[in-house]
């Protein structure tokens, strides 16, 4: 008897970590789904995975557009929750608390979202990870914020393996990863950052979205792994 193809929903996986994440598990043969809010985003990488892959566009900040798309998906097996933030960087002295309050509704809240709306059709025997950062690992200056915007998901995953079982809740904690998440930064300030994290981290290197994308491919396959906190970073939190 042929077993089943697993199916894989990524959402945000137009770009970045989640793109990388959909290519790695379209190597491992499963079926993927990739979402994200701008259609033209989603297309490019539609392209650059060779068409391989399903692709729906709605906004993952809207409950209503999120309870739609799992309504319509019906079962897969594994949810990959890539949606991610900026909100809540620089000194605590001058942070401003209500950008911080708009990052939980930009990642946090969406996360939280997609899961919950997935919960009826996802298989239990499957897995669903989030995407947290090492931020909130990390004991550095500049980053309360948005470490506690992250902690908020790590906080959630043990508790969540427990309450969900026997669905599989993880997360990784990825540090700082050449990813167009750092665009707000000009070419000449991003490659200064990069070689000062570089530096500092164990590896000798920042991280690349596959370092990553390796790390989640893991934990959708790890049936014996829940509760767990991935922390993907080259050894960055031993020396920040």
Same mark, same amino acid.
């Given at each position: 008897?042929?077993?089943?193809?697993?199916?894989?929903?990524? &959402?945000?996986?137009?770009?970045?970590?989640?793109?990388?994440?959909?290519?790695?598990?379209?190597?491992?043969?499963?079926?993927?789904?990739?979402?994200?809010?701008?259609?033209?985003?989603?297309?490019?990488? +539609?392209?650059?995975?060779?068409?391989?892959?399903?692709?729906?566009?709605?906004?993952?900040?809207?409950?209503?557009?999120?309870?739609?798309? #799992?309504?319509?998906?019906?079962?897969?097996?594994?949810?990959?929750?890539?949606?991610?933030?900026?909100?809540?960087?620089?000194? @605590?002295?001058?942070?401003?608390?209500?950008?911080?309050?708009?990052?939980?509704?930009?990642?946090?809240?969406?996360?939280?979202?997609?899961?919950?709306?997935?919960?009826?059709?996802?298989?239990?025997?499957?897995?669903?990870? @989030?995407?947290?950062?090492?931020?909130?690992?990390?004991?550095?200056?500049?980053?309360?914020?948005?470490?506690?915007?992250?902690?908020?998901?790590?906080?959630?995953?043990?508790?969540?393996?427990?309450?969900?079982?026997?669905?599989? &809740?993880?997360?990784?904690?990825?540090?700082?990863?050449?990813?167009? +998440? +750092?665009? #707000?930064?000009?070419?000449?300030?991003?490659?200064?950052? @990069?070689?000062?994290?570089?530096?500092?981290?164990? &590896?000798?290197?920042?991280?690349?979205?596959?370092?990553?994308?390796?790390?989640?491919?893991?934990?959708?396959?790890?049936?014996?792994?829940?509760?767990?906190?991935?922390?993907?970073?080259?050894?960055?939190? #031993?020396?920040?």
């Amino acid at each position: 008897m042929t077993e089943k193809t697993q199916h894989a929903v990524i &959402v945000g996986g137009s770009s970045g970590i989640g793109l990388a994440t959909a290519k790695r598990l379209l190597g491992l043969g499963m079926k993927v789904t990739i979402t994200g809010r701008n259609q033209e985003r989603l297309k490019g990488a +539609w392209h650059s995975l060779g068409g391989a892959v399903e692709t729906a566009a709605f906004d993952a900040t809207e409950p209503e557009e999120v309870r739609q798309f #799992f309504a319509r998906l019906g079962t897969f097996d594994h949810l990959v929750l890539a949606v991610s933030g900026g909100k809540g960087l620089g000194p @605590f002295e001058t942070l401003d608390l209500t950008d911080m309050s708009s990052g939980l509704d930009e990642k946090v809240r969406p996360q939280l979202s997609c899961l919950q709306a997935a919960l009826p059709t996802l298989n239990k025997g499957g897995s669903v990870t @989030f995407i947290s950062a090492v931020s909130a690992q990390l004991s550095a200056p500049g980053v309360a914020g948005i470490a506690a915007i992250n902690g908020m998901l790590l906080t959630v995953v043990p508790i969540l393996a427990v309450e969900l079982k026997p669905l599989r &809740v993880n997360a990784v904690a990825p540090g700082v990863i050449d990813t167009p +998440w +750092w665009d #707000f930064l000009h070419d000449e300030q991003r490659r200064a950052v @990069f070689a000062e994290y570089a530096g500092k981290t164990p &590896v000798g290197r920042i991280g690349r979205a596959e370092d990553v994308a390796d790390a989640i491919a893991f934990l959708t396959s790890a049936s014996f792994v829940t509760g767990q906190v991935l922390t993907c970073d080259g050894g960055l939190r #031993f020396a920040a």
